[in-house]
């Protein structure tokens, strides 16, 4: 299937219509996936571009999505960021992934795919920081489990 059919499937509109306004969301969610672990690891978006040899504001554009980041530069990433190159898809949201493949129930279901927009957050990241650092798994699972709780307070 072409570019411009997913893309047009994904966003339900001509292909040049929707790229002149935003990104594809895939890319999006692989771009914010590609911050999150940059920072995670306190790289500089410099520090990136210098190990792939791309300036800084390529790697920006990666990160925002409005640069498509090819197979063999997302298989670089990947090395660089010490991570598989399934990391950048993990938790695309379902509705996404059904959009742009255009088969319902190949994704996940569930709120966990909003995940990645969290995470990539800078809360998200500090606290997927201090959460990395905490070596005893009891009192890392109460950590969780308290997160929960405070979430599922705030949903009701």
């Given at each position: 299937?072409?570019n ?15 790229n002149a306004r935003?990104p ?13 672990r ?5 790289m500089?978006?410099?520090?990136l571009g210098e190990l792939?040899?791309?300036t800084f504001?390529q ?5 925002k999505?409005v640069n498509r980041?090819g197979a063999?530069?997302l298989f ?8 598989p ?5 993990d938790e695309?949201p379902?509705?996404?992934?059904e959009a742009?493949?255009?088969?319902a129930?190949?994704?996940e279901?569930g ?9 990539s957050?800078r809360?998200?990241i ?6 990395s650092?905490?070596?005893?798994p ?9 997160v929960?709780?405070?979430a599922?307070a705030q949903k009701n």
């Amino acid at each position: 299937m072409s570019n411009e059919k997913l893309a047009k499937q994904a966003s339900g509109e001509p292909a040049e219509e929707r790229n002149a306004r935003r990104p594809n969301p895939v890319d999006s969610h692989v771009g914010a996936r590609v911050k999150m672990r940059r920072m995670l690891l306190g790289m500089s978006q410099e520090k990136l571009g210098e190990l792939l040899g791309l300036t800084f504001q390529q790697v920006q554009k990666y990160e925002k999505g409005v640069n498509r980041i090819g197979a063999s530069r997302l298989f670089d990433l990947a090395h660089v960021l010490g991570v598989p190159v399934q990391f950048f898809y993990d938790e695309l949201p379902s509705a996404t992934a059904e959009a742009v493949i255009g088969v319902a129930g190949l994704a996940e279901e569930g709120p966990e795919g909003y995940v990645a927009d969290a995470m990539s957050s800078r809360d998200g990241i500090e606290l997927s920081k201090a959460f990395s650092r905490i070596a005893d798994p009891q009192v890392r699972r109460s950590v969780v489990d308290m997160v929960k709780a405070i979430a599922k307070a705030q949903k009701n």
